[in-house]
């Protein structure tokens, strides 16, 4: 079974644009959640969606969202970037979700804002 | 929230030798898992480990709810072993990570 993927792995871009990321679960899986890595201040929770839904948010501001397709696959924006959102964006599958089985993450995507 | 310590913060081995990280938990959690986090950074998983212990060839883990804590045992560590191990905690609605144990194996 195919894992977890995400593209773009490597993106640059300038303050104030906005940016994509896109994340394929693996296959049956229906949950996907994202997380940020940046060096100081670790791996934080942005969102989680099932089927289609946001079921969950982290502490965030409103710049940040995301949206679930049918097939699973999601999506996170970034809306008028800051040098601040340079960080690792990984994203994480499950079939069902939180406290329930094993989250899969994805190889992330690197953002760089210069 | 929440809060996750893990320690120590960094580690530094010589290839052969054993080691345990700890991972402490401010509060009941439904679940536990251990990572590592490779160079690229990917997160690997390495156990899901709400209570009990698991073993998976040189490594093993073992999580005592009830004491909020988990540790993991590497034991004739490699080269390879080398990199980032982080335990997160999951309560309904989100996974949380600890701050990570930064491993270094030397030949």
């Known amino acids: 079974k195919a894992g977890v993927t995400q593209t773009p792995r490597y993106l640059i871009k300038t303050r104030g644009q906005q940016v994509t990321l896109s994340c394929s679960p693996i296959?049956?899986?229906?949950?996907v959640s994202w997380y940020q890595q940046t060096p100081g201040q670790g791996l934080q929770f942005l969102f989680e969606?099932?089927?289609?839904?946001?079921?969950n948010k982290g502490n965030f501001p409103g710049r940040f969202s995301g949206r679930q397709f049918s097939n699973s696959r999601s999506e996170m924006n970034v809306s008028t970037l800051e040098l601040g959102d340079s960080a690792l964006y990984l994203c994480?599958?499950?079939?069902?979700?939180?406290?329930?089985?094993?989250?899969?993450f994805g190889p992330g995507t690197r953002l760089t804002v210069l | 929230g929440i809060q996750v310590e893990q320690s120590p913060p960094d580690l530094i081995l010589q290839e052969g030798a054993n080691s345990t990280l700890r991972c402490n938990f401010s509060?009941?959690?439904?679940?536990l898992q251990w990572f590592h986090q490779n160079p690229w950074g990917q997160l690997i998983n390495l156990f899901y480990?709400?209570?009990g212990t698991k073993q998976n060839g040189r490594l093993s883990a073992t999580t005592v709810a009830t004491e909020r804590y988990s540790l993991l045992y590497i034991s004739s560590s490699q080269t390879t072993d080398s990199g980032v191990y982080f335990c997160?905690?999951?309560?309904?609605?989100?996974?949380?990570f600890g701050t990570g144990t930064r491993l270094q194996v030397f030949p």
């Open positions: 994480a599958s499950s079939l069902e979700g939180f406290g329930t089985d094993t989250q899969y």
């Open positions: 296959s049956g899986h229906r949950s």
């Open positions: 969606y099932f089927s289609e839904t946001q079921r």
């Open positions: 509060d009941s959690v439904n679940n």
């Open positions: 480990i709400p209570s």
């Open positions: 997160a905690v999951e309560n309904t609605d989100k996974l949380i």
